[in-house]
């Protein structure tokens, strides 16, 4: 499951011993990301966007 703070909250990831970056991590859902989803600290990362290279491609005009 992928999580990312609310709002620019710091939210403490006790597995990483870091916070959770802005753009969100994947974590092993326990109880205590029960309860900081409850208690709207994080949400759930529904949308990742994947990102795809470009192929480059050669014109021999």
Excluded: C, H, S
Excluded at 7 to 34: S, T
């Amino acid at each position: 499951m992928i999580i990312k703070p609310v709002n620019g909250k710091q939210v403490y990831d006790p597995d990483n011993g870091d916070y959770l970056p802005i753009e969100g991590r994947n974590i092993e859902f326990n109880q205590y990301w029960a309860r900081r989803l409850t208690n709207n600290d994080v949400e759930e990362v529904t949308n990742i966007k994947v990102k795809q290279e470009k192929k480059g491609t050669k014109n021999d005009d």
